[in-house]
């Protein structure tokens, strides 16, 4: 493009120099010039917006290409179902709140524990039944496998 306009111009100046004999051919050589500028312009400009196109149309591609692929992580049978929570009338309040001045009830006893962690900080919280058979359940079968493993020569298989 910068060696046709060179170009032009050369043509623009050699025809001035002749058309100083005639003012109306330097008018129409130089309109000529421009419109042939102008031309070369446009065809740039045509290609630059082609250009411009198809990689506006590989973009939009690729984004549509994003935005329709499935979900992998979840086939269509192992899709996770709501976890039901019961109403609050549903709850049976059998947990009661130690202190006299406290009227809660809970349906749980891990919502009474955290009741009185929050409100009743002074009060211990008592280990459930479960707790302490959870503890005892553990201490014997713990005993259990050093005796297996002192008495045999076979390794320990863990739980």
């Known amino acids: 493009m910068i060696l046709a306009m060179n170009a032009?111009?050369?043509?623009?100046?050699?025809?001035?120099?002749v058309a100083m004999q005639h003012p109306e051919q330097l008018l129409i050589s130089q309109l000529t010039m421009q419109n042939e500028m102008l031309q070369q312009q446009v065809k740039t400009l045509l290609a630059e917006k082609e250009r411009l196109a198809k990689?506006?149309?590989?973009a939009e591609e690729k984004l549509q290409s994003i935005d329709v692929k499935p979900p992998t992580a979840l086939s269509e049978g192992s899709e996770k179902k709501k976890r039901h929570r019961r109403a609050a009338k549903e709850i049976t309040r059998e947990f009661r709140c130690p202190k006299s001045t406290c009227l809660k009830s809970y349906g749980s006893e891990g919502s009474?524990?955290?009741h009185i962690r929050l409100k009743h900080p002074e009060i211990e919280i008592?280990?459930?039944?479960?707790a302490q058979n959870k503890q005892t359940?553990?201490?014997a079968t713990t005993s259990e496998k050093r005796t297996e493993a002192e008495g045999s020569s076979e390794p320990v298989q863990k739980m």
């Open 8 to 17: 032009l111009n050369a043509r623009m100046n050699l025809q001035q120099m």
């Open 55 to 58: 990689e506006l149309k590989a």
């Open 112 to 114: 009474l524990n955290q």
């Open 126 to 130: 008592p280990k459930s039944s479960n």
């Open 137 to 139: 359940m553990l201490a």
